[in-house]
């Protein structure tokens, strides 16, 4: 990685554009010490406000004080492991050393894109859900529950887990060839 003086000493397009990139988000310093500046507050800042920055969707990026370098994912990893001690956790052993297996496979980019795409589509879900339970007010959500019975949930919520794997498999063929066992 460059330096923050090779950068400047000659700055070229990629670092001016990484440069105006910045200025569009919040930048956070880390100094050798492990602590965090916030140079929009001019204070200094916690993980936990970094993440209710992340929380909030405000972007931003975290820089060695030193030497410039982007360390913004290192920051964001460490959000995810406090969070994955420090609770109920969102991925078990099993999927952690699933996602392990593929570094430095020949799929490595492929299932981070894979990830990010399905994740994506998963928020827009949530989204439109969220939006329509709006207009349905809680007396008639109550109604509806009622009216549910327990095995009629389960199909539902089984109707949704097919219509994912199809989507999955779909994905799977077009980027592969090949189906899903």
Known sequence: M?????????????SSASARADDARRVIKKYPNRRLYDTATSSYIT?????ALVMRGEPFVVRDAR????????ILLQIILEEETAGVPLFSEK????????????????????????LQLFLELQQKMAEQAKEITPELWQQWLSAQ???????????????????????????TGKRAP
Do not use: C, W
Not at 67 to 74: A, F, H, Q, V
Not at 98 to 117: C, W
């Open 95 to 118: 999927m952690l050393a699933s996602i392990i297996r593929f570094y430095g496979h020949a799929m490595q980019g492929f299932m981070g894109s894979y990830l990010e795409r399905n």
């Open 2 to 14: 460059q330096s923050l003086n090779a950068r400047d000493a000659g700055a070229t397009e990629g």
């Open 67 to 74: 030497s410039g370098e982007d360390l913004t994912r290192s």
């Open 149 to 175: 019975s327990p095995l009629m949930l389960g199909q539902a919520f089984a109707q949704s887990q097919k219509a994912f794997l199809q989507m999955q498999e779909q994905m799977l063929q077009a980027f």
């Open 47 to 51: 993980l936990g406000d970094v993440k």
